[in-house]
């Protein structure tokens, strides 16, 4: 009884992240109830790991026909919202899978999948038990975890449609002409990146300046000189809408930005001349 | 947070959209028993103006708490929790709100707290 008490907690959280339900969890922690109490104790090395086992196959199962039901489910489905400024409990575990935006996602990956992201980012189970829980191989399981992974960082990143993007290069140039490091950083994703190709001739920054203030304060800490007498023309390069950036009729640098939904996670500064020759006029570099 | 609150308090939209990002987006769960939008609010003047539309139709005490680890609010009306808010804050502007109608998604919220024991 001990035991199972002391493990509930833990059993709750598996289900819940899984099902994103309070009532289905509960119930699937009772039924692991239910089943412990028919098992032979003496033979069960490690109570925990089986009853994490239990309830997370019981959770898969569900998760299969919880599906469906949130096909016909009216409107849009959210998880049971969990109040754990009253239950610490639950979000003490690491508290990623626990947030509202990775519950919606995890609804999109199979059991299997779920279930392995939820024992490995939540609770931190090693691989080896996790294919035993879910069971298959543990390369199997290393697997089935990088590509929920990948699932989510896919979905939280899906690139910004074009019109988004081309408001968001707007709304960057503004910012950046202005020096408005607030501005600026409320464009940018948390891990943007920007990229300078000087090709060693121009004065560009040789390494690549990450992360959103960081960034934010290097686009700033140029902006009283940079973009004086500049004149500004959208071009397309990639497929993207660009800046061609010129002076007295010379372009010198093509601006390329990357956004997503978190905004713009990469600035491409374009200062090869050689690169930007085609577009300028011709000898003026 | 505390600002979306009082914001949200006053039924003011332009005070509140200032604290939403300008992607914001708010979905609604009403499971088919509460009257909710099937489709998303996007963008801060319509998210505001859901929001102070429905209060002002409906008023509710307003407190602010953790949901799923995140900050969230919750709605009171006639000694009941109706709704649950989780928000996603990035760089102090509101960039999600998801709304939980459903009364059975609810009902831990309308219970007494268990006990250390029944978890």
Known sequence: MATFTATRPRLFGIAYRMLGSVAEAEDIVQETWVRWQGTDRTVVENPPAFLATITTRLAMNLAQSAHARHETYIGPWLPDPIDTSADPELGAERGEALEFAVLLLLEKLTPAERAAYVLREAFDYPYLLIADIVQSSEPAARKLVSRARKHLAAERRRPAPAPEHRRLLDAFLTAAQSGDIVGLEQLFAEDVVSYSDGGGVKLAARIPVAGRSRVAKFVAAFSSHFWTDVDLRWVEANGLPSIELSRDGVAFTILTVTASESGIDRLLWLMNPSKIRPMATPGAL | ?119
Do not use: Y
């Not at chain 2, 539309?53 to 709605?75: F, M, S, Y």
């Open chain 2, 1 to 119: 947070m505390h600002e979306l609150r009082l914001a949200a308090e006053r039924g003011e939209p332009a005070l509140l959209a200032a604290v939403l990002d300008r992607r914001v987006e708010m979905l609604i769960d009403g499971g088919g028993i509460v009257p909710a939008d099937p489709r998303p609010f996007r963008g801060p003047e319509d998210v505001a103006r859901k929001i102070c539309d429905v209060l002002e139709d409906d008023p509710a005490i307003i407190t602010e708490r953790e949901v799923n680890g995140q900050r969230g609010l919750v709605l009171h009306r006639r000694g009941e929790v109706t709704a649950v808010v989780c928000v996603n804050v990035h760089h102090r502007h509101v960039t999600e709100l998801w709304v939980q109608l459903n009364p059975d998604k609810l009902r831990q919220w309308n219970r007494p707290r268990p006990t250390a024991d029944d978890r």
